[in-house]
Nanobody, 120 residues
Framework: QVQLVESGGGSVQAGGSLRLTCAAS????????IAWFRRAPGEEERDFVA?????????SIEDSLRGRFTISNDNAKDLVYLQMSTLKPEDTAVYYC????????????WGQGTQVTVSS
């Protein structure tokens, strides 16, 4: 089992930047994919943001967020980052990191989430 803890959220003005961190721990982490999701206020579903394999070699990001959001990792420190720039009020959401094994379809480990609030 994998335990995930997000940090780095907060309140910023539109146009600002934040870097979120996902710290992972568990028996083994080398065969995992890590992803960021977000849930906007009033919504039940979590929307995909970005993902990366544990080696950091393969990554993806939601097309609408390209150019503003970047995912990266430091597996020596068991960390995954989400760099967010030029933030907009519509980016306001609770951001979660999640993990799954290579080849699996479902994410089976989730962090508690970290709040990001972007004001006008």
């Amino acid at each position: 089992q994998v335990q995930l803890v997000e940090s780095g959220g907060g309140s910023v003005q539109a146009g600002g930047s934040l870097r979120l961190t996902c710290a992972a721990s568990g028996r083994t982490l080398s065969d995992l994919y890590i992803a960021w999701f977000r849930r906007a206020p009033g919504e039940e579903e979590r929307d995909f943001v970005a993902s990366i394999d544990w080696s950091g070699r393969w990554s993806s990001i939601e097309d609408s967020l390209r150019g503003r959001f970047t995912i990266s990792n430091d597996n020596a420190k068991d960390l995954v980052y989400l760099q967010m720039s030029t933030l907009k009020p519509e980016d306001t959401a609770v951001y979660y990191c999640a993990s799954k094994k290579n080849g699996a379809t479902d994410f089976d480990s989730w962090g508690q989430g970290t709040q990001v609030t972007v004001s006008s």
